[in-house]
């Protein structure tokens, strides 16, 4: 294989890594993002029992995709990180801190530091779902390079853009942790995420739909990509698979609940959730087709920013390797606490 085919393989890798950690560690973030509107102690607890299982596995895709773009597209890595490095790290402690709280908030000696532990989990997944947000912005909105190196300011992360974004992301987020609670709870706390994620799939959309308008404007490039002919045929389908999702996903908020667990009823729970992903796929690809082949917006291209092809081939067989075992055992555990989690049951 050339080299441009292996980088070509890479950069599918390691967006699909970016996206299933988004999906993974959204809907348990987006668990966090409704802590301040579930209601009562054993609630909060339930809630939090049903990501206890996968919660920590979920990031594993966040180190691959890191890792694989300093590894892979030194480069990007080494243009990208200046240019976002106070939104990154402000993630990365607060994914730290949200995970003690996690684990603190259930040996909480008194009622006031269980509060305060859940609060403290809360304010660490609204900020690390922002920091996400913010990091993304700045990247879209494109990165001032001159030669080979960062050559834009300490500030250029935060813009308006990046604060909708950031805001976007939280909103989203919130409806896979409402969707993701519709599908693995039951009785009062599942009535209270379907309200919830009525909401939050309105606000969603409405971010979708003014980041989708944006998004064309911000770099010449980006523009000709929705709006040229015959460019926009491929883009077409993304608008109208997002009104198709979003009719289901409000249909299947409807539908879910009502009755005791058994397998036709966990499924019919589970399509708001699975809507939900879709949503976040269909964003996805739209900002794909956005910037596609660029990795670094506007001018550093997947190819340029490739490491030399032996590099690249190296490291792919072993991604050939690992990733399908972290695939199987990340299946395995799903199944394993697949269905409905009760009251009193989980993590301790």
């Known amino acids: 294989m050339s080299a441009e085919t292996i980088a070509t393989i890479w950069a599918f890798l390691i967006a699909t890594a970016v996206f299933l950690y988004v999906c993974m560690d959204g809907f348990d973030l987006g668990v966090g993002i409704l802590f301040p509107w579930i209601h009562g102690k054993e609630d909060r607890d339930l809630a939090v029992n049903t990501v206890a299982p996968v919660w920590d596995g979920n990031e594993t895709w966040l180190i691959l995709g ?19 490095y106070m939104p990154i790290i402000v993630m990365l402690l607060a994914l730290v ?42 990247l879209v909105q ?19 853009f990046s604060i909708v974004t950031g805001l976007a992301l939280l909103a989203g987020y919130g409806l896979l942790g409402a969707c993701w609670l519709v599908w693995k709870t039951e009785g009062e706390l599942q009535e209270q995420v379907r ?16 980041v989708s308008a944006v998004v064309p404007f911000l770099l010449p490039a980006f523009r000709d990509r929705w709006f040229d002919f015959p460019v926009i045929l491929t883009a077409l389908p993304v608008p109208i698979l997002v009104v198709v999702l ?8 409807d539908e879910a609940g009502g009755g005791r ?88």
């Open 66 to 84: 890191g890792g694989g773009l300093f590894a892979v597209f030194p480069l990007a890595y080494a243009t990208i990180m200046p240019a976002i």
């Open 97 to 138: 801190f949200r995970g003690v709280a996690f684990e603190m908030r259930f040996r909480a000696a008194t009622p006031g530091q269980h509060a305060w532990w859940d609060r403290s989990f809360s304010g660490g997944s609204y900020v690390a779902t922002l920091a996400q947000g913010i990091a993304l912005g700045a």
């Open 142 to 160: 494109g990165v001032e390079v001159q030669g080979r190196a960062y050559a834009g300011g300490w500030w250029d992360w935060l813009s308006p």
């Open 195 to 210: 309200g919830l994620a009525r909401g939050l799939g309105w606000l969603t959309l409405g971010f979708i739909a003014l």
């Open 246 to 253: 979003a009719w289901r996903l409000f249909r299947g908020l």
């Open 261 to 348: 667990e058994h397998r036709r009823v966990v499924w019919r729970d589970g399509i708001p959730f699975a809507c939900a992903l879709g949503l976040f796929f269909l964003a996805y690809t739209g900002l794909g087709i956005s910037i596609w082949p660029t990795i670094v917006p506007p001018s550093i291209t997947i190819w340029e920013a490739a490491a030399p092809r032996d590099s690249q081939l190296f490291l792919l067989v072993g991604a050939v390797v690992l990733i399908p075992v972290v695939l199987a055992y990340t299946g395995y555990v799903y199944w394993l606490f697949r269905g409905k989690v009760k009251a009193g049951e989980g993590y301790h």
